[in-house]
Structures are given as C-alpha cells and as structure tokens.
C-alpha cells in the first residue's frame, strides 16, 4: 500500500509544511532497502551524488536488454472501464430489437456531446437492428454484399469470396466476405460505418444507392462485424489500411446510447505504421475496444489479417451469427460442403425432391434457401474476368431464359394519360416461354424481374388462377425505370409498377391461351380459367344463369321504384 507521512515539525522555505510521500510497498521496501555492496539506502527520500550515478550506471547497463525506443515516454492511455456485468443477448435477431439501454446516461452523454452549441440527432443501438429487419429473408443480405463487391470492378476487383471461417476465441462460426476492389482509405471507411452516406447515387452503373445495404446486410446475418480493408495510394497520398468495428453485442453490454464505431487506422511510410486522426488516446481506447469484443486478442493478430489482401481489397468478418428459435445458426454450413443454405420454412424438403426430379426447374425450387442457387440468378450479366466464389468453388452464372421452349419476344412500352411515354427509355423487352418442364404440368410460373442486371422480384406471380391456368409459364425482363425498394427485394409500390404488372397478367393469359395445348392442356379443360376461353355449358346450366339474371334484374328495377 502507498502510505503518506507528515512531518510535523519542518518548514519550509516559503513557510509550508514539508511533506515527504513514501511511494513503495512494504514489501519493496525489505527487498529494496540495501544497495549497492550491502549499503542501506537513506529513508530520508534523499540521494548523495554517490547513490544517484550508482543508480545512473544502473539503468544505463540494463538498457542493452530492452527494445529500441522502449524508455520513451508512451502516448496517454485512457483505460477502458470494467466491464459491465455479464448479461443475457439474445442470438434470435427477430427478439435482438428488444433493448432499452441505459436512459441515465443519456443526460450526462448529451453534455459532453453539447461543445458546438448545436443539438444533434442522437442514433440509438437499436436502430441497427430495426433497420436490418427491411431483410425479411436472409440471402436478400448476401445479395447486398455481392451488390457491393460488384460496384467495386470499376475499382479493379476480380472477385469476391464468401466463406465459413472458426472464431478462435471461443470456435464458433462466422462468414467472411473478401474481394479484391479498390479497398476504403479511412475516410470511406468512415462513410461505409455511417448511416444513409452513399457516393454510388451519383456514379453510372453501380447498383447502390442508398448507403444503408452494408449496415442492413451485416446486422441482419449476425450481431457483430470487423471490417479490414487496404487502399492503394492515389494522388500523391501513402497507401492505407484500417480496421472498422460494429458490434451490436458491444453496445448492447456496455448499455450504449450512441452508436459507436471504434475504427483504427494505418499508414505506409517505410514500414506500416499508426496514423491517429485525433488523438493517441482514442487510438488506443479503439484498439482495446476491438480486442475486447472482436474474435482477435492482439494487435498483431489484426493485422495478420491483412496477410490475405494484396494491394487493395476488403475483408468483412461477420460474428455471432443469429439463431433459430431451436438454438441453431440460422445458416446451415452443413447441408452442402460447397454451399450457404438457411433453415426453416424457405427450405422444403418436397421442392429439394423436385430439383432433383426437374433440373431445368431447379432454380425455381431452391432459390429460397440456397445461397448458390439464388446468386447464380442474381444478375442478367457479369464482367468476364469477374468471379463469384462460395466456399472455394465458383458460382455459374445461370440465364432463366436457357430453361426456356417456345419462347417470345414481347416489348412493353408503358404510357401516361396522353398516350405518349414519360421517357424515350422507359422501355424493355419481355421474353416469356414455358419451361422445358411444362410437359410435367408441374406448378411453376413467374417473372423473373431485373433492374440495372439485378434481380429485384424472382418468379413474381402475377396471375393467380383457380386451376391450372399459367402453369409453366416464366418470364424474364429487365425494367430500369420502376425504382426498387431500399431492400431490393421489391419495387416501390408506384403507378408505373402496377401498369407494368397489369401489363404482365396479360400477356400471361395471352400466351397461355395460345400455346397451352402445345404442351397438354386441353382448350376446353376447366384449367382455362383465363377469361380468354369461353368454358362450354350445357343448355340445363345455361337455363338456370339466363334464369337467375332475370331475377337480380327485376330486383334492380324493384329497388329504382322505391
């Protein structure tokens, strides 16, 4: 124990009490007390010049066995405060929303927040996983990802890779999502952890736009989420790298009423090196925070990392992945060594029969549940030198219109009030047919609906007959100009969107009541429930309909009396 003493008796020059503070243990001071030759030390707490330059040549040969630079005055360290005490998060994301945090700090929290002399908009932990619940279905994340690999080719990506990795701290599984596009220097990497910024809205040919797909992806597969990503030097600035942490388990355990992002970053001069963007101290408090709650233990460990992305590219590590309502992952690693798969009612095991039993159906059947089925539809076109890799082995792209017979060519050009279109673009081309396995009069129908190459609504059904009408029957378009919701899992329900679908409906009809027979359906079947088919009655059923339209009508004409 520290123990200060008082000497009761001297004064000082200036008329003070002298003070002597004694600084060591008791049981450095038995250890301690003797130097050099068996010399007792003075307790005074003074030094004759003899002591001191014993001390000095002391010091001065022992420091031949320390690292360079190791007797530097180290940078402020604020020490992280201990850990709250352990609590129960859930690993159900559909129960994760059910937090509240600490509302006592939000007062002290707002006074230190208040320097500008402006208000601002505080955003609450749970607002991460409210705003991950637009992905009702899981792959929709994926998608997401691939989204944004996709936009980097501009940017020099060749691939992207999504995997299953172990979490070394405690063995659990987690994915890993990499590709090799230009990377994010640190103020991208800032703008991708933030909510609503998004540089694509302005740039040609990149699928996002919100900036909100990377935060709704990560959160909506699992709680946490490490970033790392390696930029090139452009312009005449060093090449970079970072590290970005948001971990929804941190915010949660640490009853957080801000979103915070611990980021860090590096620099390349000679060697990679630290930048600080403010100072030491938060520097270091982010690196401890992302030790604590990341699946690293080091720094070093973080930045092995990096070992596996060359000049450019980005790593995103996803952990403490949800759970089902029995306590399993909601991903399924095991199904299939070379695939993604999710449980529960996306996945049925009668249509995993049918994939097997129909191939060229297969897509319809598994897209639900597989993540390799479902990516392989995912876009109408991919650069050539571009691959999409699951688990080691790449995804082939498939055209749903190479499953096609009987095909058309239909174009569709939709138009306002006066007859004439809003824009000269607003135009596509419809190409529909019946899937090589019609013949089987198997229930499968749908448009496959692409906007700017990606696919928006798979096998939208837009005609629901009371019997077999439409059967087998698929089409495929690509529609630019209907604005696709911020999931990308639908359209915005817009006049232009309905048009389009009530323009589909009958082409449906059109084509099923012109080639229905062709692959057996009989024309006077009552599967022709269209309306573009008049079914045949006998003149007993015809009777007893003329029959009862007379009644409704003297009805009508008894109500106009009174």
């Not at 949800?322 to 299939?336: H, I, K, S, V, Y």
Request: glycine fraction near 8%; hydrophobic fraction near 35%; aromatic fraction near 8%.
């Amino acid at each position: 124990m520290a123990t200060t003493a008082m000497a009761g008796g001297g004064v000082g020059g200036d008329g003070g009490l002298a003070v002597v503070i004694n600084v060591v243990s008791s049981s450095d001071t038995e250890s301690d007390d003797l130097g050099a030759g068996g010399r007792k030390r003075p307790r005074s707490g003074r030094w004759s010049a003899d002591d001191r330059e014993e001390k000095k040549a002391r010091i001065l040969a022992a420091g031949s066995a320390v690292p360079a630079g190791f007797v530097e005055p180290l940078p402020p360290v604020r020490l992280l405060p201990p850990p709250a005490p352990e609590r129960t998060v859930t690993k159900q994301f559909w129960k994760a929303g059910d937090y509240d945090g600490n509302p006592q700090l939000l007062a002290v929290e707002a006074a230190q927040h208040s320097d500008s002399g402006m208000e601002h908009v505080r955003v609450h932990p749970k607002f991460l996983h409210s705003n991950a619940t637009s992905h009702k279905w899981a792959l929709g994340a994926f998608a997401e990802l691939l989204d944004n690999s996709l936009d980097e080719v501009a940017n020099g990506a060749t691939f992207v890779k999504i995997d299953m990795i172990k979490n070394k701290k405690d063995g659990t599984r987690m994915l890993l999502v990499e590709d090799d596009g230009g990377g994010m220097n640190p103020d991208k990497m800032r703008h991708c952890m933030s909510l609503g910024y998004s540089a694509k809205s302005k740039l040609k040919n990149t699928i996002g736009q919100y900036g909100n797909g990377f935060k709704t992806s990560t959160m909506r597969l699992g709680a946490d989420v490490l970033v790392f990503s390696r930029s090139r030097g452009i312009e005449g600035t060093r090449p970079t790298q970072s590290v970005g942490m948001l971990s929804y388990t941190f915010l949660r355990s640490t009853s957080k009423e801000d979103i915070i992002v611990p980021m860090i970053d590096y620099e390349k001069e000679q060697e990679w090196v630290r930048k600080v963007r403010t100072t030491w101290t938060d520097w270091h408090m982010s690196l401890e925070t992302i030790i604590q709650w990341s699946p690293y233990s080091t720094e070093a460990e973080l930045i092995q990392e990096f070992g596996s992305i060359g000049e450019q590219g980005t790593r995103i590590i996803i952990y403490n992945l949800w759970e089902d309502d029995e306590g399993e992952l909601e991903l399924d690693f095991d199904a299939d060594s070379n695939d993604i798969q999710i449980r529960g009612v996306n996945r049925d095991q009668k249509n995993i029969q049918k994939a097997n039993q129909f191939p060229n159906s297969k897509h319809f059947f598994t897209y639900r549940h597989s993540l390799r089925s479902y990516a392989s539809i995912l876009y109408l076109r991919l650069p050539d030198n571009f691959q999409m890799i699951l688990r080691g082995i790449e995804i082939e792209r498939h055209n749903i219109v190479n499953d096609l017979m009987l095909k058309k060519h239909l174009n569709y050009k939709p138009t306002i009030v006066n007859g004439f279109p809003k824009d000269k673009h607003m135009a596509t081309i419809v190409t529909i047919g019946f899937v090589k396995d019609a013949k089987h009069h198997i229930d499968i129908q749908g448009f496959n609906v692409y906007h700017k190459n990606r696919l928006i609504k798979p096998f939208w059904r837009v005609w629901t007959a009371a019997g077999s009408g439409g059967r087998g029957i698929i089409g495929v378009l690509e529609v630019n100009f209907v604005e696709p919701a911020h999931d990308k899992q639908d359209f915005e329900r817009t006049n232009c969107l309905a048009r389009l679908e009530a323009r589909l409906n009958r082409m449906q009809k059109q084509y099923w009541s012109a080639n229905r027979h062709r692959i057996g359906y009989h024309v006077d079947s009552d599967s022709t429930s269209s309306g573009t088919g008049k079914k045949r009655l006998s003149s007993r059923r015809f009777e007893k309909g003329s029959q009862k339209s007379n009644n409704l009508q003297r009805i009508r004409n008894a109500d106009r009396l009174c």
